[in-house]
């Protein structure tokens, strides 16, 4: 069936319907939300288009002509690399000498770690990533930590809490002496 005879497809909205084809295509959803909303910021570009990315995925994957990948072995492995990384032992860089080792040496878990490698002489720097970034990683996709929550805290000067302080005086006194209206 063509993704124009498909009634799931027609009953969507029609720029909701140039989006899907566009992923339909192959297009990545960043990429496709950017084309029609083309004044869009990147990051606004990229949560949209996941966004619709998962909202349309059952008329994305019923109508694209490519072979999509087993999402649970990507994010078992994702999972599985991020906890060799949040947990591997930097102190593995070191051999028995106390010399550091070539990455071929290196356990794997180490290896996943380097992020740079840089070439000085006969010296060589390796750049690892953050173990920390990996572990608030982990914690978020298992929910042991919570996404961020937004607190808002109203700073006023010392005038103005004298202010506001008076005018909730005066108010009280007036509700306790209300003026006399009989002369």
């Given amino acids: 069936m063509a993704l124009r005879d498909d009634p799931e497809f027609l009953a969507i909205p029609q720029k909701h319907q140039e989006l899907v084809a566009l992923l339909v295509d192959g297009i990545t959803p960043t990429v ?8 869009a910021s990147h990051s606004s570009c990229k949560k949209k288009g996941s966004h619709y990315n998962i909202k349309y995925k059952n008329i994305i994957l019923r ?21 060799l990384m949040a947990f591997a032992d930097v102190g593995e860089i070191f051999d028995g000498y106390g010399k550091v080792r070539t990455i071929k040496e290196m356990p794997k878990e ?24 990996a572990v608030k990683c982990l914690a978020k996709i298992s929910r042991l930590a919570p996404e961020t929550t937004a607190i808002q805290v109203n700073l ?3 005038e103005e809490k004298a202010k506001r302080i008076q005018e909730i005086l005066i108010t009280a006194l007036k509700r306790e002496n209300p003026p006399d209206d009989k002369i």
């Fill in 32 to 39: 496709a939300y950017g084309r029609l909303y083309p004044n």
């Fill in 63 to 83: 109508n694209s002509p490519m072979q999509f990948v087993d999402i649970k072995k990507i994010a078992d492995q994702t999972l599985k690399n991020l906890t």
């Fill in 110 to 133: 180490l290896r996943m770690c380097v992020t740079e490698i840089e070439v000085e002489g006969d010296r060589v720097k390796y750049k690892l990533n953050g173990k920390m970034e």
């Fill in 156 to 158: 006023i000067s010392e």
